[in-house]
């Protein structure tokens, strides 16, 4: 097969409630994923000799460290039959560090393409279960729909929230999740909601519970998040440092984005409830 270049999404907590802490450590978590329609892309073509390599190592990222890497090797320790290896090839777009989930969109997109290369026939449910041991984020993206997830974000129930546009800011540092998750300041005892509510009335009711750790700790996200909320509900996603305002155009997202404060990277990108990557794949059918 010649090779197989697919999107690598970028998704958002529209809102994260930690809800208690299980007895290995894990946070218990309700939140509801949306992807947007901006990430990175992989390429992946087939080698001859049975490695699994990247084109371009990503700077300060060894190679057992790397999601994508780590995803193809669990993938081919599911089969007992010889496989042919691929190179891999990533085009960055979003950025480490910044809670849009990049690192587990790269691992979903890699184990759903080698799934179809390697010719595994393995269902998205397999898939999943895979993508889990390397992340808890990595279900959704295996998936493909936006979801109200539960647990430590694996139990998923696909959603629909509406698909706006969103201005997704940057500030200038880098969070570590589970920097983030140690914190002894942040709250793991919001009280549980059930599925309905969370898309009934005025969304600001439901919050990040790590943007108040976020802030404190990360005054470049602060003063972003105040400079945003000037527009309108302004969030963090996951453990930051990206924050995100929501819009119901194209054109407010862009207008709030080109009058963002010197110093903050970010973009503009559509909110959407199929995943980039299924609607690759569909087509490719």
């Not at 500030?171 to 898309?199: V, Y």
């Not at 700790?217 to 996603?237: I, M």
């Not at 924050?243 to 155009?249: E, K, M, S």
Request: glycine letters at 10%; one cysteine or more.
């Amino acid at each position: 097969m010649n090779s197989l270049t697919l999107p690598s999404p970028a998704k958002l907590n529209l809102f994260l409630h930690i809800v208690g802490q299980r007895e290995d450590g894990y946070h218990e978590l309700q939140t509801l994923f949306q992807f947007l329609d901006y990430g990175d892309t992989l390429t992946f073509t087939p080698r001859t000799d049975g490695a699994i390599r990247l084109a371009e190592p990503i700077p300060g990222v060894a190679d057992e460290d790397n999601l994508i890497i780590r995803a193809a090797r669990k993938l081919s320790e599911t089969v007992t039959r010889t496989l042919p290896g691929v190179t891999i090839h990533i085009q960055k777009k979003l950025p480490m560090g910044g809670g849009l989930g990049g690192g587990s969109s790269n691992a979903a997109t890699t184990l759903l393409a080698l799934n179809r290369l390697w010719g595994l026939d393995m269902n998205l449910a397999q898939l999943a279960d895979v993508g889990l041991a390397l992340g808890a984020d990595v279900p959704v993206f295996v998936h493909g729909h936006a979801s109200w997830a539960e647990g430590v974000g694996e139990k998923l129930t696909p959603a629909d929230p509406p698909e706006d546009w969103f201005a997704v800011l940057k500030p200038d540092c880098d969070i570590s999740t589970r920097e983030i998750f140690s914190e002894q300041g942040l709250t793991r005892n919001t009280p549980r909601i059930k599925i309905a509510p969370a898309f009934e009335g005025d969304a600001s009711r439901y919050r990040n519970d790590c943007e108040d750790v976020v802030r404190r700790l990360y005054p470049e996200v602060h003063q972003g998040l105040e400079w945003l909320a000037k527009f309108g509900p302004a969030r963090l996603t996951g453990t930051g440092a990206c924050i995100f305002g929501r819009f119901p155009t194209e054109s407010k997202a862009r207008n709030i984005w080109a009058s963002r404060p010197s110093g903050i990277n970010g973009f503009v990108a559509k909110g959407v409830n199929i995943s980039p990557l299924h609607k690759k794949l569909t087509e490719l059918n």
